[in-house]
């Protein structure tokens, strides 16, 4: 058996386990393969997910400082014609 960081990685007779899931069993190499990944592809989803969900908070907060700017030079430019017209 391989331990591998504190867990049994490969089993006896070629099987393998996860010891650290509770109530886990012993899964023939081919299931333990597909499990690993159909388990990959649902934690690639979820990380498409929340790179789009990023992407899009971004993209919010550079339109936000942009209305900002223009808020703040139209302020500038109203505050510049109002004192140059005395």
């Given at each position: ?16 386990m996860?010891?650290?899931?509770p ?9 333990e393969?597909?499990?690993?990944q ?7 989803q979820?990380l ?5 969900e990023?992407?899009?908070?971004e993209?919010a ?9 223009v ?14 017209s005395?």
């Amino acid at each position: 058996m391989l331990i591998f960081k504190g867990r049994a990685a490969i089993g006896f007779a070629g099987t393998m386990m996860r010891e650290d899931i509770p109530g886990n069993r012993p899964l023939e190499g081919l299931e333990e393969i597909e499990r690993l990944q159909q388990e990959n592809a649902s934690l690639a989803q979820q990380l498409r997910n929340e790179f789009l969900e990023r992407k899009k908070t971004e993209d919010a907060l550079l339109r936000a400082k942009k209305l900002e700017a223009v808020g703040i030079l139209a302020g500038a430019l109203v505050m510049t014609s109002t004192t140059c017209s005395r």
